[in-house]
């Protein structure tokens, strides 16, 4: 029997489901995080043998509680798959003497210019990058890396303080903005597709692996307002078009050492086909892509999951749709006041449609900005991508929102 601890193990809410996977697959899970028992989603509380709550913002607590912990029960390995604490979980294992990732190893997932330097190393092509952290130093890396270019937190998440740089004067108007970041990344703006190259390793292996496409990218998504952001889990993973950036993906684990777990990339394809690294994360992707991959895989990766980082290995799975998220943000301000073109859209393309998770009539507006999960979402499926993506772009155009 294998003693996992889980680092906020009901928080965010998908959490709950990969510690009910893995106390499924026959771990006993200990959880130790931040949320109070009772703010537990059933999920995760209902499989928890032990609970442990302690701010993980503090490190010295936290170690602390484990060392009480782990003078009564044996503690084999430590699992979080929440970035802000991969860290943490580093520093954990180093504590307790436990396998899996080191802090030195966690660092590069963390911190955008160690993990370009590595990957640099590896002969991986990166966008041109420096890092800063005085208003002196953006300047000089803007010199070194060249205009249009990106500026964004070394360890900045859901694209927040991430600006495009087009000229010095921009530049400096930006400056101000950034007063709050301590460390920034400076790289080339690389003009291209996103995509994303998502696995799960075990014992050293990829065990899955998924390439989702992001419409648009990621930055315009967070930039208006009006655009409905998709992810799609592409089904032809042997399309020639996606063979470099999986190659690269593959490269990336390899050069970062990593062994198991889930890995979430993302990469960029130029108008030319060169493939360029965007960034990584030892985590899975986010805003309910899980789910995304579970519709076109038809399996449970939870579950998968659970098995990888217990068992070292998991039952193969294959891409069976291409499968899609698609968000969508109200008009107006306010509450939710009324939803128009859904019922048509059930009507018509309903047997492609796997969810539909909108904000009732009445409920306040969430911040698009701050979450990308906007004022709600649908999931839909098919076969064919020029099939899905012809759905995709009637819940993009048809189904409207209005908020008062
Ligand atoms: N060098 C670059 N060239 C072009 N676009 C970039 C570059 N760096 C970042 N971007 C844009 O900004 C977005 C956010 O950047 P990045 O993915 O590095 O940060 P993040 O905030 O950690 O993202 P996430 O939302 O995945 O957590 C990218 O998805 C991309 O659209
Ligand atoms: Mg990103």
Redesign the pocket.
């Known amino acids: 029997m294998t003693n996992v601890l889980m680092i906020s193990p009901g928080f965010p809410l998908e959490i709950g489901f990969f510690t009910r996977a893995l106390a499924r697959t026959g771990a006993t899970v200990i959880g130790i995080g931040d949320q109070p028992v009772d703010a537990m989603p059933a999920t995760a509380r209902d499989h928890l043998a032990h609970y442990e709550h302690v701010p993980l913002a503090d490190t010295r607590r936290v170690l602390e509680a484990l060392t009480g912990l782990a003078r009564n029960v044996r503690i084999d390995q430590v699992e979080c798959l929440w970035e802000p604490y991969v860290v943490l979980a580093a520093t954990i294992r180093e504590h307790l003497g436990l396998p899996g990732m080191t802090v030195e190893q966690a660092t590069r997932f963390r911190d955008?210019e160690v993990m370009k330097k590595v990957l640099d190393e590896a002969g991986i092509r990166t966008?041109r990058h420096a890092g800063a952290e005085t208003v002196a130093e953006v300047w000089e890396a803007a010199e070194v890396v060249g205009y249009p270019l990106?500026v964004?937190p070394v360890d900045?998440?859901?694209?927040?303080d991430?600006y495009?740089v087009d000229t010095p004067t921009r530049l400096a108007e930006v400056q101000p903005m950034l007063a709050h970041v301590r460390r920034v990344s400076v790289?080339?703006?690389?003009e291209g597709e996103?995509f994303t190259h998502d696995t799960v390793c075990g014992g050293g292996d990829i065990l899955f692996e998924n390439v989702s496409w992001y419409q648009p990218?990621?930055?315009e998504q967070r930039s208006h307002e009006w655009v409905s952001p998709m992810t799609i889990a592409l089904r032809d993973k042997t399309d020639p078009d996606l063979a470099d950036g999986i190659e690269m993906g593959r490269q990336v684990i390899r050069a970062l050492g990593h062994t198991s777990g889930f890995t979430h990339m993302?990469w960029?394809r130029m108008a030319d086909g060169e493939v360029v690294f965007?960034?990584i994360g030892a985590r899975p992707p986010g805003a309910r892509t899980v789910d995304v991959m579970n519709y076109a895989t038809d399996a449970d990766l939870f579950v998968t999951w659970a098995l990888a980082v217990t068992t070292g290995t998991a039952p193969p799975l294959g891409h069976r749709y291409n499968a899609a998220s698609i968000f969508k943000r109200a008009q107006g301000s306010g509450r939710i006041s009324r939803i128009e073109g859904l019922d048509r859209l059930l009507r018509e393309e309903g047997d492609k449609v796997c969810v539909v998770d909108l904000l009732p009539v009445g409920a306040p507006r969430r911040d698009w900005r701050a979450t990308l999960l906007s004022d709600g979402m649908v999931i839909a499926r098919d076969p064919d991508l020029d099939e899905l993506m012809r759905v995709l772009r009637r819940f993009a155009t048809e189904l409207q929102l209005f908020a008062e």
């Open positions: 955008k966008p990106i964004k900045g998440a859901g694209s927040a991430t495009r790289e080339e703006f690389v996103e990218r990621p930055l993302e960029y965007g960034e």
